[in-house]
């Protein structure tokens, strides 16, 4: 029997409906986006991809959309969070130590209290590379001859002077007797091209994230020397870390994610938790591992602490170093 006009109607109706409830309860939403503040194959492009990759895998999403929007040392992507907002629907973006550093120094105009901390996701750690052939065969031998002449250990880092890569390096040469203020830092634009100048010969040192010395050290052309972390990492025990060699430093750089300002406070706990499952998933032990991070969740509230408390500590150091007044 042909149901009447009306009869199918009401049914089409009905269907419309629940799939408008199960949207407005977030049974189904679209991708989840990240926004990456800088270039491809940076600590934040290969962070917010392990993330996303690693939810899809493990069914903690459907999809995620990746988009790279470098420029104002972070401040053209925290300004475009800003000022879209909860337009785009559901984004969110990586950041790190740098946005607490480049806002003291004035680099950029906002801070993370212009967004919503959402998670805490891992740390991470500086590292003080030399190419396969260099001479110096360990941390020592740098030291010496920056203490006999300055001029003796370029450093390059993929960022400004006063940036993160800059002021890891003077902290571990004013720890280990140098003058942390005396550092010959060349800054190249990203760290693509800081790795190029350290293996074309321009400088003798690089000062970089962990994991993206782990790449170079993987492909052969480099040897870490040492670390930033507090304690030897157990997945790499023949790498040294500046304490294990007798010197009084550590330097942790926390990577999370942040929420447009705007974000409803019952949506940034929903990411939040969907990123705590995802540190215990299997899926996500890989790149941990294949990484050297450390698992380092926090909840939003711990996040934010957390922030004040290293933006509290870095001030005391940058003033120290004379980075700031």
Known sequence: MTLPAHAGCRRLCRALLVL???????TVRADLHFLVPGGPGGGWDTTARAAGEALIKSGLENNASFQNMSGGGGGRAIAYMIKMGTKQG?????????????????????SFRDLKPVANLIADYGAFVVTANSPYQSWEEVMAAYRRDPRLVKVAGGSARGSMDHLVAAQAFQASGGDGRKLPYI??????????????????????????????????????????????????????????????????????????????????????????KLLGTPEWEVVRKRNGWLNNYETPEQFLESLKQQEEQMARVMRDLGFIR
């Open 20 to 26: 408008l409830l199960m949207l407005g309860t977030g």
């Open 90 to 110: 559901d984004m969110v973006m990586i950041n790190s130590t740098p946005i607490v550093l480049r806002a003291l120094s004035g680099q950029i105009p906002n």
């Open 187 to 276: 800054p190249y634009d990203g760290g693509g091209q800081a790795k190029a100048g350290l293996l074309s010969g321009e400088v003798q040192l690089l000062s970089t994230g962990f994991s993206e010395a782990l790449e170079l050290m993987r492909s052969s052309d480099a040897r870490i020397l040492a670390i930033t972390a507090p304690e030897v990492i157990a997945d790499y025990p023949e790498i040294p870390t500046l304490k294990s060699l007798g010197y009084p430093m550590s330097f942790v750089n926390w990577r999370g994610l942040f929420a447009a300002p705007d974000t409803p406070d019952a949506k940034v706990a929903e990411y939040s938790e969907a990123f705590r």
